[in-house]
């Protein structure tokens, strides 16, 4: 085994999202469309005689180095798999923190991946409902690590394939949002009759085009700036689909060409200098 490994974990990104019911333990019953993108945190993994983390963060968010989501990821595993190797993990973040883009949980699949890779867990022995419930809702999905439909509370995955691949825009006003918060203020009423009904293993951006994001709305409501960035973004040239991706604040502008992408980054930068803007590309 090398003494040193470096991984990749890519941005998440949620295409649609649709919040269909709370259920009686509390969490929600959802459906959407997921793709990752080529905006990835680095891990740097060494044996050790300890399990301990640390980062490297650019963001004003700070992050534990005692509860974070590989800690909690490794702590399930033991229950598991009581022999499993202890680690040094530094993650060099490049991913915003608390922003709809499925950070911490691509950081935890991506550990587990190795681990998977390096035979010291065995996936039939896990079960998925429960590692969504135990380490994170996104987790399942991050550790297949590709275009997805999910359901359930994100453990229930299907592989999509899409139709074809963008360049993506993303834009963070650099606002904190809680998923659980975001959660308590979602009314179900009404929104069933808008979902998406029908699973399609092929997309097109016509199909995605049509869905939503449940939480974009409230998220506006409390941070109106988010609303006008994703105005902003459907008025680009260029721009195919403008949405905020999971519970925010991050948005996403899709755009058929690389040149139009970066002029309106260019823009925004200009409009927003304060804010975190990346040119990204959709992995398919």
């Not at 040094?88 to 911490?104: F, Q, R």
């Not at 135990?134 to 592989?159: K, M, T, W, Y």
């Not at 293993?201 to 995605?208: A, R, T, V």
């Not at 040239?237 to 948005?251: N, P």
Request: hydrophobic share 35%; with cysteine.
């Amino acid at each position: 085994m090398s003494s040193k490994v470096i991984l990749r974990a890519n941005a998440k990104i949620n295409l649609t999202l649709d919040i269909l019911r709370k259920r009686s333990d509390n969490y929600h019953d959802i459906q959407g469309y997921v793709a990752f993108l080529n905006l990835h945190d680095e891990l740097i993994i060494n044996r050790s005689e300890k399990l301990s983390v640390s980062f490297d963060n650019p963001f004003h968010e700070n992050i534990s180095t005692k509860s974070n989501t590989i800690i909690k990821l490794h702590s399930y595993l033991c229950n598991y798999f009581p022999n499993l190797g202890q680690y040094e993990v530094h993650v060099k973040k490049k991913i915003p923190i608390s922003a709809g883009l499925g950070g911490g949980s691509c950081d935890a699949a991506a550990f587990m991946r190795y681990l998977i890779s390096n035979r010291e867990i065995n996936m039939d022995r896990i079960n998925i409902e429960s590692l969504a419930r135990n380490v994170g809702a996104d987790v399942p999905c991050c550790l297949l690590n590709g275009p997805s439909f999910i359901s359930g509370i994100g453990e229930v995955i299907q592989r999509i394939k899409l139709t074809d691949t963008y360049y993506c825009l993303l834009v963070n006003p650099q606002i904190p949002i809680s998923t659980s918060k975001i959660y308590e203020k979602i009314s179900i009423n009404g929104l069933e009759a808008l979902h998406t009904k029908n699973f399609i293993p092929n997309p097109s951006i016509d199909h995605i085009i049509k869905g939503k994001n449940d939480f974009e709305q409230i998220i506006i409501q409390d941070y109106p700036t988010i609303g006008e960035i994703i105005s902003n973004l459907t008025k680009a040239k260029g721009c195919i689909l403008a949405r905020m991706t999971g519970s925010g604040s991050t948005c996403f502008g899709f755009f058929s060409k690389q040149e139009d992408m970066s002029k309106c980054k260019k823009n925004f930068e200009e409009m927003y200098p304060k804010f975190w803007i990346m040119e990204t590309k959709l992995l398919n």
